[in-house]
């Protein structure tokens, strides 16, 4: 798989984020490294790939609270959902790549919230 562009809208820390992995100079690298400061967005970048391709991230499943619904929600702390910036009313994930066959892919992830602040997904 190679990475062609992540678009990330109200996930986490990041309000808005796309990274073009088809620009130098991560076009022209074979390997790159995520680094910032703490909470700049860097584990969020993975989660929003993760979310982007298989509905899920690894660091919710290690989540406490097991399946403990929370709130009128009915969100456990399990769900992606959480990964929500606070006060936002819609996420999404964007993520386009190449295939190992060579063939072009686009997957993505959205969630809402209704009017009175639940938590809804599309």
């Not at 295939?99 to 892919?105: A, E, I």
Request: with cysteine; hydrophobic share 35%; proline share 2%.
């Amino acid at each position: 798989m190679k990475l062609k562009k992540l678009i990330v809208h109200n996930i986490a820390s990041l309000e808005d984020a796309e990274l073009d992995f088809q620009n130098n100079p991560l076009d022209s690298a074979r390997l790159f490294l995520i680094c910032g400061d703490t909470g700049a967005g860097k584990s969020t970048l993975l989660d929003a790939i993760c979310l982007a391709l298989y509905n899920k991230t690894p660091r919710l499943d290690s989540a406490k609270g097991g399946k403990k619904d929370f709130g009128k929600d009915n969100v456990t702390a399990q769900d992606p959902r959480h990964l929500m910036r606070h006060g936002t009313s819609e996420a999404f994930v964007e993520l386009s790549f190449e295939g190992n066959d060579g063939k072009q892919y686009v997957v993505g992830w959205n969630a809402r919230r209704t009017r009175n602040f639940t938590l809804d997904t599309v």
